[in-house]
């Protein structure tokens, strides 16, 4: 079995640490009545896990990717992963601007991987 290649591996990683950084920075909304100094650390316990992913991915990804293309893979990971969490955990809908949004995004994805030309 071959091991997952700099490309594709990175890429699940910076996935499963914005799972983690979503619900870190946003399960206490369903809790209002939690202490704030509570939430507090429960979500920095979980942040820790998600660097835990996030600074590997990023390190391996380097190279295969630059620093660039890492950060806008990485904004529209986090609309996706937002989007299933706010309508799944939090109930919301999602509604035009949001997609609008997203829209943007992959916009941004086609725009950064274009070639820089000369420099």
């Keep these: 079995m071959q091991p997952l290649s700099a490309a594709v591996l990175?890429?699940?990683m910076l996935m499963g640490s914005n799972v983690l950084m979503t619900f870190a920075w946003y399960w206490h909304l369903k809790f209002p009545h939690k202490a704030l100094w509570l939430v507090v650390l429960i979500s920095?316990?979980?942040?820790?896990?998600?660097?835990?992913?996030?600074?590997?991915?990023?390190r391996i990804g380097y190279g295969t990717y630059s620093g660039q293309?890492?950060?806008?893979?990485?904004?529209?990971?986090?609309?996706?992963?937002?989007?299933?969490?706010?309508?799944?955990y939090l109930g919301e809908r999602?509604?035009?601007n949001y997609f609008a949004a997203?829209?943007?995004?992959?916009?941004?994805?086609?725009?950064?991987?274009?070639?820089a030309g000369p420099r």
């Design 10 to 12: 990175p890429i699940l």
């Design 44 to 58: 920095w316990g979980i942040a820790f896990f998600e660097y835990c992913l996030a600074v590997p991915a990023n």
């Design 69 to 88: 293309q890492l950060k806008v893979i990485q904004e529209v990971i986090t609309l996706s992963v937002f989007a299933g969490f706010a309508v799944l």
């Design 94 to 96: 999602l509604s035009w």
């Design 102 to 115: 997203m829209a943007c995004l992959i916009g941004a994805v086609g725009f950064i991987f274009l070639p």
